[in-house]
């Protein structure tokens, strides 16, 4: 297994260097220009100016490779240097956002809380929400708790968060008045009050996220339970004369559990990708909301470092995902 | 019919034991109709004693197996296992009763858990039902495992680290771990190679004899059947058309289906192999949702008169423990002439 980990992260890097050079020229084939938005007053002569001092001067190659040099070298270094206090970066560059021109990794670095509280939470409530649903779907099949299950993942699965989100600003922000449609993350929890409002605030974007969560986990969990309830081994644990609760609990779920382990596993990149359109609704600062603000501006390295960043996880629970298949799975061995 | 078996000490008695699985159709899931997969069967197994369950795919033999081990939703009738009628008893005093009756299954692949070591698998019954240390319950599956013929060292290793051969004789003792009285043996050799097969007969032979085991023995090898059951029972289409000891049945079948089931086993000798007259039936077995009327076995039957597509036949005493279901069976009418060919010669 530890071979296998090893291979499979070397395997990584090759794949990833592919990944960024393709987002790169993704993004430079894309049309946008970062001086669109200056005003039409500056003249030709100095946009250009600023266009060659942003560094799109140079052919493309350099440019791919200054960027290689800039996130891998530059950043990794300084980020060493961050956490040890030994002054190793020096006065390296780094990979500068052109809309703030502040570090992009910096940046990324204080939108994530926001992100992973909303998201994160979202999608643990969404995975909590769904293994029971799944599980009593798939132990009562085709009885009205499984019927009801259906029609609300398939609502939860087809409807999308754009149109729930709004939906419940509508009814509990703008007719009700419960809740706010705005998701204020300067705000800091001191009190019991504050708390009150910390929760109010994260109801409506944490349940848009988590139901679209909740319905496809709660669907494969529904499916995996189905193929294992009917095998012989759950017939076996009944005829040692088992508790019924046991014999799903323990025989059934465990075995279920493997492929739905898998699909979580898989989905964890995306909470830290962000919800883009979510965020965007309830105004979460997060970075799903970065990179669509940096999308608009043809903010290019920070376009490019956050996709980079999102194929680096996928790659990464990818692999996660394989190996806790294995830990589970008596029957796969990596050799 | 009263009395299905035999003398009193019967272990287990079945009586118009019925299940029928509804079919259900269209958007609000009614049922339409229901698959007899066991129609009104009854007989007695008595202690000790190996009876053979026979018949064709789709005849409801597993189903039967199942039922009288409470694992299969009994639709009808009764099953007395010591005494205790296993069909109305709560699905508490079934718990209690498991390690009486336990099963070994057709697959042995699919009936252990993929994610349990054989230890655990051994174990978990004892666990479930002797309040027993951990040090006693190690001891007892070593001593298990050596009685099936397996290295107790290999207790901490998961199914599929086995061979067939191993993986079915670690359902054997799985099923010996409570003591059991009743073993239902669903077909427990059909997915083993020949070779391994015999073992696995021989030691539920010799398991028999250690532990005075009872079993019912379910398959469609009539060779391996003749050679493990005491008495055999046909079954056809969800009923016991024919139920007999074993050298009767063998050597003198009442039932023509019974008749035919013989005609295809193939003689070892060739002299012999070659004079065999194989009865072959026209068309396919009738669906168990829809039977025939009369006789179950009326559409194939090459003796079939009036009375059978009309009225069906009771299981009926006709010889001491011989009981057949059938209309011509005890006279001596042979009726039409049976459609007998010779077997082609490859």
């Not at chain 1, 965020?279 to 996709?307: C, H, R, W, Y």
């Not at chain 2, 083993?192 to 015999?198: E, G, N």
């Not at chain 2, 003796?303 to 005493?317: G, N, S, V, W, Y």
Request: charged content about 20%; glycine content about 6%.
């Amino acid at each position: 297994m530890f071979h296998y980990t090893v291979r499979r992260l070397l395997y990584a890097i090759p794949t990833l260097l592919l990944i960024s050079l393709i987002l790169f020229l993704l993004l430079d084939l894309a049309p946008g220009d970062p001086t669109a938005q200056l005003p039409l007053t500056i003249p030709p002569d100095v946009k250009e100016r600023i266009r060659a001092s942003l560094g799109l001067g140079e052919p493309i190659h350099i440019r791919y490779l200054l960027w290689l040099q800039q996130f891998f070298v530059n950043e990794s270094l300084h980020l060493i240097s961050e956490l040890t206090g030994w002054d190793i970066s020096g006065d390296r560059q780094r990979v500068i956002s052109w809309q703030t021109r502040s570090p992009v990794v910096d940046i990324v670095i204080q939108r994530l809380p926001q992100t992973l509280w909303v998201v994160g939470l979202s999608y643990v409530v969404g995975i909590a929400i769904a293994l029971p649903i799944g599980i009593i779907s798939a132990y009562r099949q085709y009885s009205w708790f499984d019927q009801v299950g259906t029609f609300v993942s398939m609502v939860g699965f087809s409807v999308p968060t754009f149109f729930t989100g709004v939906l419940l600003i509508v009814i509990f922000s703008v007719h009700l008045g419960w809740l706010p449609s705005i998701y204020d993350t300067t705000h800091v929890v001191t009190d019991w009050n504050s708390f009150l409002f910390q929760i109010r605030q994260l109801l409506m974007p944490v349940f848009v996220l988590a139901l679209f969560n909740a319905a496809q986990i709660s669907r494969f969990m529904r499916a995996s339970m189905l193929d294992n309830l009917n095998l012989d081994y759950v017939r076996t644990a009944r005829s040692k004369g088992l508790a019924e609760r046991a014999v799903i609990l323990v025989h059934v779920l465990r075995n279920s559990m493997i492929p739905v382990v898998t699909v979580i596993a898989l989905g964890v990149p995306s909470v830290f990708g962000g919800a883009i359109i979510t965020e965007q609704i309830f105004k979460v600062n997060g970075l799903g909301q970065l990179l669509i603000i940096a999308i608009e501006a043809s903010d290019i390295p920070m376009v490019q470092t956050l996709s980079f960043i999102f194929a680096i996880l996928i790659v990464l629970f990818n692999l996660i995902a394989d190996v806790i298949y294995g830990i589970l799975d008596p029957r796969i061995r990596y050799d | 019919m009263s009395e299905a078996g035999l003398t009193g000490d019967a272990l287990v008695e079945v009586r118009n034991l019925k299940v029928h699985f509804p079919i259900t159709a269209g958007i609000l899931r009614r049922t339409v109709g229901e698959v007899r997969a066991v129609d009104d069967v009854s007989f007695d197994i008595s202690s000790g004693e190996t009876l053979g369950l026979v018949g064709e795919s789709g005849c409801g033999k597993t189903t039967a197996g199942r039922a009288i081990l409470r694992l299969a939703e009994i639709t009808s009738g009764s099953i007395r296992i010591m005494g205790t009628d296993i069909v109305k008893a709560d699905a508490r005093s079934v718990r209690e009763l498991r390690p009486l009756m336990q099963m070994i299954f057709q697959d042995p692949q699919a009936s252990l858990n993929p994610r349990m070591t054989v230890a655990d698998i051994i174990g978990e019954p004892l666990r479930e039902h002797e309040a027993s240390t951990l040090r006693r319950r190690q001891d007892r599956v070593d001593e298990l495992m050596e009685s099936v013929g397996l290295n107790r060292d290999h207790a901490s290793r998961y199914p599929h680290e086995f061979s067939g051969g191993q993986r079915q004789r670690i359902g054997i003792a799985r099923a010996l771990a409570l003591n059991p009285r009743l073993i239902v043996c669903d077909e427990p050799i059909a997915a083993l190679d020949v070779s391994i097969q015999a073992q696995v007969v021989n030691l539920l032979e010799e398991l028999q004899d250690r532990f005075e085991l009872t079993y019912l023995f379910i398959s469609h090898d009539l060779g391996m059947v003749r050679h493990i059951a005491d008495r055999v029972a046909v079954m056809y289409l969800g009923t016991i058309v024919e139920l007999a000891p074993r050298s009767d049945l063998y050597a003198d079948p009442k039932h023509p289906y019974t008749e035919a089931l013989l005609s295809a086993v193939p003689e070892p000798n060739p002299a012999t192999e070659r004079e065999r007259q194989r009865i072959i039936l026209e068309g396919d077995v009738p669906s168990p949702a829809n039977a025939p009327s009369g006789c179950v076995f009326c559409t194939r039957c090459p003796k079939a008169i009036d009375l059978c597509r009309r009225e069906r036949p009771e299981f009926t005493k006709i010889g001491p423990s011989r009981f057949v279901a059938c209309h011509l069976a005890g006279t001596d009418q042979p009726g039409p002439q049976a459609n007998l060919r010779p077997v082609p010669s490859n």
